[in-house]
Antibody, heavy 116, light 107 residues
Framework: EVKLVESGGGLVQPGRSLKLSCAAS????????MGWVRQAPGKGLEWIGE????????NYTPSLKDKFTISRDNAQNTLYLQMSKLGSEDTAIYYC?????????WGQGVMVTVSS | DIQMTQSPASLSASLGETVTIECRAS??????LAWYQQKPGKSPQLLIY???SLHTGVPSRFSGSGSGTQYSLKINSLQSEDVASYFC?????????FGGGTKLELK
Protein backbone atom coordinates (compact mmCIF):
# COMPACT_ATOMS: atom_id res chain seq x y z
CA GLU A 1 0.00 0.00 0.00
CA VAL A 2 1.35 3.41 -0.99
CA LYS A 3 1.69 5.61 2.07
CA LEU A 4 2.90 9.21 2.35
CA VAL A 5 3.15 10.82 5.76
CA GLU A 6 4.02 14.49 6.18
CA SER A 7 5.50 15.96 9.35
CA GLY A 8 7.17 19.10 10.63
CA GLY A 9 4.27 21.52 10.46
CA GLY A 10 3.04 23.84 13.18
CA LEU A 11 3.00 27.47 14.24
CA VAL A 12 5.89 29.61 13.01
CA GLN A 13 6.57 33.33 13.32
CA PRO A 14 6.66 35.54 10.23
CA GLY A 15 10.08 35.71 8.60
CA ARG A 16 11.21 32.39 10.07
CA SER A 17 11.97 29.12 8.31
CA LEU A 18 10.48 25.65 8.55
CA LYS A 19 11.32 22.27 7.03
CA LEU A 20 8.67 19.71 6.20
CA SER A 21 9.29 16.02 5.68
CA CYS A 22 7.34 13.36 3.84
CA ALA A 23 8.04 9.71 4.61
CA ALA A 24 7.16 7.36 1.76
CA SER A 25 6.47 3.63 1.87
CA UNK A 26 4.77 0.93 -0.17
CA UNK A 27 6.47 1.72 -3.46
CA UNK A 28 9.93 2.11 -4.92
CA UNK A 29 10.55 5.73 -3.89
CA UNK A 30 13.60 6.23 -6.10
CA UNK A 31 11.60 5.34 -9.23
CA UNK A 32 9.23 8.31 -8.97
CA UNK A 33 9.09 12.06 -9.20
CA MET A 34 7.69 13.58 -6.02
CA GLY A 35 5.97 16.89 -5.45
CA TRP A 36 4.41 19.35 -3.02
CA VAL A 37 1.01 21.03 -3.25
CA ARG A 38 -0.52 23.42 -0.74
CA GLN A 39 -4.01 24.59 0.10
CA ALA A 40 -4.75 27.75 2.05
CA PRO A 41 -7.74 27.48 4.43
CA GLY A 42 -10.95 27.29 2.44
CA LYS A 43 -9.11 27.83 -0.84
CA GLY A 44 -8.01 25.84 -3.87
CA LEU A 45 -4.89 23.85 -4.63
CA GLU A 46 -1.54 25.45 -5.48
CA TRP A 47 1.31 23.46 -7.03
CA ILE A 48 4.61 24.25 -5.28
CA GLY A 49 7.02 22.10 -7.25
CA GLU A 50 8.43 18.66 -7.88
CA UNK A 51 11.71 16.79 -8.00
CA UNK A 52 12.85 13.95 -10.21
CA UNK A 53 14.22 10.62 -9.15
CA UNK A 54 17.89 11.56 -8.73
CA UNK A 55 17.34 15.23 -7.75
CA UNK A 56 18.91 16.42 -11.02
CA UNK A 57 15.74 18.27 -12.02
CA UNK A 58 13.59 20.37 -9.71
CA ASN A 59 10.75 22.52 -10.97
CA TYR A 60 9.00 25.23 -8.95
CA THR A 61 6.09 27.54 -9.40
CA PRO A 62 7.80 30.89 -10.14
CA SER A 63 6.34 32.84 -7.22
CA LEU A 64 7.85 30.40 -4.68
CA LYS A 65 11.16 29.60 -6.36
CA ASP A 66 13.21 31.93 -4.15
CA LYS A 67 11.53 30.93 -0.88
CA PHE A 68 11.08 27.18 -1.05
CA THR A 69 13.55 24.35 -1.72
CA ILE A 70 12.58 20.79 -2.50
CA SER A 71 14.98 17.94 -1.84
CA ARG A 72 14.90 14.20 -1.27
CA ASP A 73 16.87 11.42 0.37
CA ASN A 74 16.34 8.18 -1.53
CA ALA A 75 18.18 6.15 1.11
CA GLN A 76 15.62 7.32 3.69
CA ASN A 77 12.61 7.30 1.31
CA THR A 78 11.95 10.88 2.38
CA LEU A 79 10.97 14.06 0.57
CA TYR A 80 11.61 17.50 2.03
CA LEU A 81 10.34 21.04 1.67
CA GLN A 82 12.51 23.80 3.13
CA MET A 83 10.54 27.00 3.50
CA SER A 84 12.12 30.36 4.30
CA LYS A 85 10.98 33.97 4.84
CA LEU A 86 7.52 32.73 5.73
CA GLY A 87 4.59 35.12 5.68
CA SER A 88 0.91 34.91 6.53
CA GLU A 89 0.21 34.05 2.89
CA ASP A 90 2.06 30.77 3.43
CA THR A 91 -0.48 29.56 6.00
CA ALA A 92 -1.85 26.38 4.45
CA ILE A 93 -2.08 22.63 4.50
CA TYR A 94 0.96 21.21 2.73
CA TYR A 95 0.60 17.93 0.87
CA CYS A 96 3.30 15.73 -0.57
CA UNK A 97 2.30 13.59 -3.51
CA UNK A 98 3.73 11.05 -5.85
CA UNK A 99 4.13 12.89 -9.12
CA UNK A 100 3.82 11.55 -12.61
CA UNK A 101 2.72 14.91 -14.01
CA UNK A 102 -0.51 14.04 -12.26
CA UNK A 103 -0.50 13.30 -8.55
CA UNK A 104 -1.68 9.73 -8.10
CA UNK A 105 -1.11 9.39 -4.35
CA TRP A 106 -1.26 12.07 -1.68
CA GLY A 107 -0.32 12.32 1.95
CA GLN A 108 -2.81 13.40 4.59
CA GLY A 109 -1.27 16.87 4.70
CA VAL A 110 0.38 18.94 7.42
CA MET A 111 -0.79 22.33 8.63
CA VAL A 112 1.57 25.28 8.67
CA THR A 113 0.37 28.43 10.41
CA VAL A 114 2.42 31.60 10.10
CA SER A 115 1.55 34.03 12.85
CA SER A 116 3.17 36.09 15.58
CA ASP B 1 1.28 30.46 -16.84
CA ILE B 2 -1.74 28.56 -18.15
CA GLN B 3 -4.90 29.68 -16.38
CA MET B 4 -7.55 27.07 -15.57
CA THR B 5 -11.10 28.31 -15.15
CA GLN B 6 -13.63 25.94 -13.62
CA SER B 7 -17.39 26.25 -13.65
CA PRO B 8 -19.60 26.30 -11.81
CA ALA B 9 -17.95 27.23 -8.52
CA SER B 10 -20.69 25.39 -6.66
CA LEU B 11 -23.38 22.96 -7.64
CA SER B 12 -26.35 21.37 -5.94
CA ALA B 13 -27.76 18.13 -7.36
CA SER B 14 -30.06 15.27 -6.36
CA LEU B 15 -29.17 11.63 -5.84
CA GLY B 16 -29.22 9.74 -9.14
CA GLU B 17 -28.77 12.89 -11.19
CA THR B 18 -26.06 13.40 -13.81
CA VAL B 19 -23.64 16.23 -13.07
CA THR B 20 -21.16 17.96 -15.37
CA ILE B 21 -18.28 20.21 -14.33
CA GLU B 22 -16.37 22.27 -16.88
CA CYS B 23 -12.76 23.36 -17.03
CA ARG B 24 -11.38 25.82 -19.57
CA ALA B 25 -7.67 26.36 -20.18
CA SER B 26 -6.24 29.68 -21.35
CA UNK B 27 -4.47 27.85 -24.19
CA UNK B 28 -4.45 24.42 -25.78
CA UNK B 29 -3.24 21.82 -23.24
CA UNK B 30 -3.41 18.83 -25.60
CA UNK B 31 -5.32 16.60 -23.18
CA UNK B 32 -2.79 17.14 -20.38
CA LEU B 33 -5.59 17.39 -17.87
CA ALA B 34 -6.43 15.63 -14.61
CA TRP B 35 -9.44 15.74 -12.30
CA TYR B 36 -9.28 15.32 -8.52
CA GLN B 37 -11.91 14.78 -5.87
CA GLN B 38 -11.44 16.19 -2.38
CA LYS B 39 -13.88 15.17 0.32
CA PRO B 40 -14.26 17.45 3.36
CA GLY B 41 -11.23 17.23 5.64
CA LYS B 42 -9.41 14.81 3.34
CA SER B 43 -6.59 15.02 0.83
CA PRO B 44 -7.35 15.16 -2.90
CA GLN B 45 -7.67 11.90 -4.84
CA LEU B 46 -6.94 11.43 -8.54
CA LEU B 47 -10.01 10.56 -10.61
CA ILE B 48 -9.10 11.14 -14.25
CA TYR B 49 -5.83 11.68 -16.16
CA UNK B 50 -5.06 12.43 -19.80
CA UNK B 51 -8.48 14.08 -19.92
CA UNK B 52 -10.43 10.82 -20.22
CA SER B 53 -8.56 7.92 -18.53
CA LEU B 54 -10.01 6.60 -15.29
CA HIS B 55 -7.51 6.17 -12.44
CA THR B 56 -7.33 2.76 -10.78
CA GLY B 57 -10.24 2.03 -8.50
CA VAL B 58 -12.37 5.00 -9.55
CA PRO B 59 -16.03 4.09 -10.15
CA SER B 60 -17.13 3.99 -13.77
CA ARG B 61 -19.85 6.60 -13.14
CA PHE B 62 -17.04 9.15 -13.40
CA SER B 63 -15.89 10.10 -16.89
CA GLY B 64 -13.81 12.81 -18.50
CA SER B 65 -13.91 14.30 -21.96
CA GLY B 66 -12.76 17.26 -23.98
CA SER B 67 -9.89 18.53 -26.06
CA GLY B 68 -7.99 21.70 -26.81
CA THR B 69 -8.99 24.23 -24.19
CA GLN B 70 -12.34 22.78 -23.07
CA TYR B 71 -12.73 19.79 -20.75
CA SER B 72 -15.45 18.31 -18.61
CA LEU B 73 -15.98 15.84 -15.80
CA LYS B 74 -19.27 13.96 -15.75
CA ILE B 75 -20.71 12.06 -12.82
CA ASN B 76 -23.53 9.71 -13.75
CA SER B 77 -26.11 8.63 -11.18
CA LEU B 78 -24.85 10.85 -8.35
CA GLN B 79 -24.22 9.04 -5.06
CA SER B 80 -24.06 10.53 -1.56
CA GLU B 81 -20.34 9.72 -1.35
CA ASP B 82 -19.71 12.01 -4.33
CA VAL B 83 -20.29 15.09 -2.17
CA ALA B 84 -16.91 16.77 -2.45
CA SER B 85 -14.94 19.49 -4.14
CA TYR B 86 -13.55 18.77 -7.58
CA PHE B 87 -10.43 20.32 -9.12
CA CYS B 88 -8.95 20.18 -12.59
CA UNK B 89 -5.20 20.42 -13.19
CA UNK B 90 -3.21 20.99 -16.36
CA UNK B 91 0.13 19.28 -16.81
CA UNK B 92 0.89 20.29 -20.37
CA UNK B 93 3.27 23.08 -19.40
CA UNK B 94 5.08 24.21 -16.25
CA UNK B 95 4.07 25.52 -13.84
CA UNK B 96 1.30 22.99 -13.38
CA UNK B 97 -1.89 24.86 -12.47
CA PHE B 98 -5.21 23.97 -10.89
CA GLY B 99 -8.70 25.23 -11.47
CA GLY B 100 -10.42 27.08 -8.66
CA GLY B 101 -12.59 24.11 -7.75
CA THR B 102 -16.26 23.12 -7.82
CA LYS B 103 -18.08 22.33 -4.60
CA LEU B 104 -20.74 19.68 -5.15
CA GLU B 105 -23.55 19.37 -2.63
CA LEU B 106 -26.72 17.33 -2.41
CA LYS B 107 -30.02 19.02 -3.05
Amino acid sequence: EVKLVESGGGLVQPGRSLKLSCAASGFSFNDYWMGWVRQAPGKGLEWIGEINQDSSTINYTPSLKDKFTISRDNAQNTLYLQMSKLGSEDTAIYYCARAQATFDYWGQGVMVTVSS
Amino acid sequence: DIQMTQSPASLSASLGETVTIECRASEDIYNGLAWYQQKPGKSPQLLIYNANSLHTGVPSRFSGSGSGTQYSLKINSLQSEDVASYFCQQYYDYPWTFGGGTKLELK
